[in-house]
């Protein structure tokens, strides 16, 4: 393998000499960790992100140090009780490929494919488990968790749908299904040995994830009802109703997802419009409400509402626009997103396109004399 050529083709190529200076060849890069990126000087964390990608889809199997260096995280002999988004990701006609193609060209198409889904799971911190030939085991919430890990697993299943529709390798086109499931489960066990030696998770949440992915359709993403539970309007779905699960005595909820939903807030999406009763937070409301009563005097005023996941800090926005309800106010949302860190202005954008009134399908031009209308009501 020639590692210069590997380097241009990721757009790398200025590591070259780093890579010669630390005699990385053929043999030595499928073992390379984040750790021995950073000793050689690859400081970019998204270099690093992008390396370790790489490296992972090289061929069909992926290094354990490879994957598991990318998440920072080394493995561990104790097993655990985890809740766990498992996503099951798989080739559509794979059979018929491998009937139609050279298996060097076979090789290369599946490789693409992995490379492909592998870059989107790594973007959204999920933990690529194995590759089965062409399929895809996934975990979100281990080794690494976040309080958003479903909705982090369904986003990933969209970005994969889209990103091996947009492959272009032997002249195939290429789609993929997915599965995707949330569940209690034991992980960490170590089992086999060697090279074999992986980490278990016993439950029926991959089971689940793999039949989900089994009754989905090409190009689609099919969710079951602890997912579904997690992610509450954050997307649009399909309701599929009971569905029969082989291995599973009684059918099954199962709901397609179709994209992401146009709810301007996130809060709102996860928890709909009944709120539970706003409980010990007084001495903030009232600071709030002097405020805005120092507002209509005159005298404009700024408050930073701030403080971990999960405090309440858009409940307590909530209940301020709820006391406000009756009185004559301009209100204006930004929301940032995890999903939009390369964006700085995003916020910003997408508030003009909700305002202006844009929806999926707008072509440029009609986006253009959309914001028109709207900065025509502007002095």
Not at 15 to 27: G, L, P
Not at 260 to 272: D, N
Not at 283 to 309: C, F, M, N, Y
Request: charged fraction near 25%; glycine fraction near 8%.
């Amino acid at each position: 393998m020639d590692i210069a050529a590997w380097l241009h083709r990721l757009g790398l190529e200025h590591y070259e000499q780093a890579f010669r200076d630390n005699d990385i060849d053929a043999e030595v890069l499928p073992e390379l960790t984040a750790e021995d990126l950073i000793s050689i000087g690859v400081t970019s964390v998204g270099h690093r992100r992008k390396l370790l990608a790489a490296i992972a889809a090289l061929g069909a199997a992926v290094p354990a140090s490879a994957v598991t260096a990318a998440f920072g995280h080394t493995r561990q002999a104790d097993a655990e009780r985890r809740q766990l988004t498992v996503m099951f990701c798989d080739l559509v006609g794979s059979t018929a490929l491998s009937a139609r193609l050279d298996p060097e060209d076979l090789r290369e198409v599946i490789a693409a494919y992995h490379r492909a889904v592998t870059e989107i799971v790594i973007r959204l911190d999920g933990f690529i488990s194995r590759y089965m030939g062409d399929g895809v085991l996934i975990y979100f919430g281990y080794p690494k968790a976040h309080e958003d890990d479903a909705e982090r697993a369904v986003r990933a299943g969209l970005g994969a749908i889209d990103a091996v529709g947009r492959l272009d390798v032997k002249s195939v086109k290429l789609q993929t299904r997915v599965g995707i499931a949330t569940g209690l489960v034991v992980v960490g066990d170590l089992i086999g040995e060697g090279s074999a030696q992986e980490q278990s998770v016993v439950g029926e949440t991959p089971n689940l994830a793999a039949r989900l992915q089994a009754l989905a359709e090409p190009d689609s993403v099919v969710i079951g009802a602890g997912t579904r539970r997690l992610v509450g309007d954050l997307f649009e779905y399909r309701d599929l109703g009971a569905v029969e699960v082989k291995g599973v005595a009684e059918p099954m909820p199962a709901w397609q997802v179709l994209r992401p939903s146009s709810i301007e807030s996130r809060f709102e999406a996860l928890r709909g419009l009944v709120l539970t009763p706003l409980v010990g937070r007084d001495e903030e409301i009232d600071l709030l409400l002097r405020r805005w009563a120092r507002t209509k005097t005159g005298h404009g005023q700024v408050v930073l509402v701030s403080g971990e996941p999960g405090l309440g800090k858009s409940r307590i926005t909530a209940a301020l626009e709820e006391r406000l309800h009756a009185e004559p106010h301009i209100r204006l949302r930004y929301f940032c997103s995890p999903y939009r860190q390369d964006s700085a202005l995003f916020p910003f954008v997408d508030q003009l396109g909700r305002a202006a009134g844009f929806v999926r399908d707008d072509l440029p031009a009609s986006r253009q004399e959309k914001l028109e209308v709207l900065l025509a009501r502007a002095a």
